[in-house]
């Protein structure tokens, strides 16, 4: 199982980091996770063909994790392929037909399956040799997080959110938590996670996770990387990565 982090940024644009995006490739076929602005323009420098694409994991319906998903769609389209299987939360459906409503040609060519999911939900994706269970995230929308296990190993993707008790549950047991990491500790935020909330929780699951990998930064947290990894050594005891455009990591 091969991860790469096509976007590792927010809404507010930044120097080398686009909006979210992870793909995964698991034998081979790729699973896309989250299609926020700049993802598609990263598909070839990641040496993948978006065409390849089919299927769609959204965590939530914001922009920085939906906004290239109609230009990938039109894209495909472009290419001959026109069909795609989007799994996300409530809304993700009356969401896409109210954009795609807008370009009639488009509508018109494509073959698009919407399959809206609710927290506790297992699922096996048309096509993958994989498990899927999702959870309800802490964000200002609903919001999934997901855990997909392949037979090479198994993440989990906290998507925006503040620290939970049930994502830190989903991720029991597995190789890799993709955790937010939105600001810099010191910062009062909600719905968004910084290095000191999530080493109030952390602790009591340091046991549990393999390795953690902190991504959606906005501006603000620039320069404070190495601190942030700092801040979690003292109650976790694996790996912390901070993830990078284009970075790969494997299970």
Same mark, same amino acid.
């Given at each position: *199982?091969?991860?790469?982090?096509?976007?590792?940024?927010?809404?507010?644009?930044?120097?080398?980091?686009?909006?979210?995006?992870?793909?995964?490739?698991?034998?081979?076929?790729?699973?896309?996770?989250?299609?926020?602005?700049?993802?598609?323009?990263?598909?070839?420098?990641?040496?993948?063909?978006?065409?390849?694409?089919?299927?769609?994991?959204?965590?939530?319906?914001?922009?920085?994790?939906?906004?290239?998903?109609?230009?990938?769609?039109?894209?495909?389209?472009?290419?001959?392929?026109?069909? *795609?299987?989007?799994?996300?939360?409530?809304?993700?459906?009356?969401?896409?037909?109210?954009?795609?409503?807008?370009?009639?040609?488009?509508?018109?060519?494509?073959?698009?399956?919407?399959?809206?999911?609710?927290?506790?939900?297992?699922?096996?994706?048309?096509?993958?040799?994989?498990?899927?269970?999702?959870?309800?995230?802490?964000?200002?929308?609903?919001?999934?997080?997901?855990?997909?296990?392949?037979?090479?190993?198994?993440?989990?993707?906290?998507?925006?959110?503040?620290?939970?008790?049930?994502?830190?549950?989903?991720?029991?047991?597995?190789?890799?938590?993709?955790?937010?990491?939105?600001?810099?500790?010191? *910062?009062?935020?909600?719905?968004?996670?910084?290095?000191?909330?999530?080493?109030?929780?952390?602790?009591?699951?340091?046991?549990?996770?393999?390795?953690?990998?902190?991504?959606?930064?906005?501006?603000? *947290?620039?320069?404070?990387?190495?601190?942030?990894?700092?801040?979690?050594?003292?109650?976790?005891?694996?790996?912390?990565?901070?993830?990078?455009?284009?970075?790969?990591?494997?299970?």
């Amino acid at each position: *199982m091969e991860i790469t982090f096509l976007g590792t940024g927010v809404a507010i644009p930044q120097k080398n980091r686009v909006q979210s995006g992870v793909l995964v490739r698991l034998e081979e076929k790729p699973l896309l996770i989250d299609c926020g602005s700049g993802v598609l323009n990263r598909f070839p420098e990641a040496g993948v063909s978006h065409t390849d694409v089919d299927t769609v994991l959204l965590s939530h319906l914001h922009l920085d994790h939906v906004a290239d998903l109609h230009p990938l769609i039109k894209a495909n389209w472009l290419r001959g392929n026109t069909s *795609m299987k989007i799994y996300g939360p409530e809304g993700t459906e009356e969401w896409f037909s109210k954009v795609i409503d807008a370009y009639e040609y488009l509508q018109e060519e494509v073959d698009v399956d919407i399959i809206e999911l609710v927290s506790g939900k297992e699922f096996t994706p048309e096509g993958f040799d994989c498990e899927i269970s999702c959870t309800a995230a802490t964000h200002s929308v609903p919001t999934l997080a997901y855990r997909v296990t392949g037979e090479d190993g198994e993440f989990v993707y906290s998507a925006d959110t503040e620290p939970s008790r049930d994502i830190m549950d989903l991720a029991a047991e597995a190789d890799l938590l993709i955790h937010e990491c939105s600001f810099p500790s010191g *910062m009062k935020v909600t719905n968004h996670t910084t290095p000191s909330s999530l080493a109030d929780i952390l602790e009591e699951y340091t046991n549990e996770i393999g390795s953690i990998c902190l991504t959606h930064f906005y501006p603000e *947290m620039r320069g404070h990387e190495r601190e942030a990894v700092h801040r979690l050594k003292g109650y976790f005891e694996g790996e912390i990565i901070i993830a990078e455009d284009l970075m790969k990591l494997e299970l």
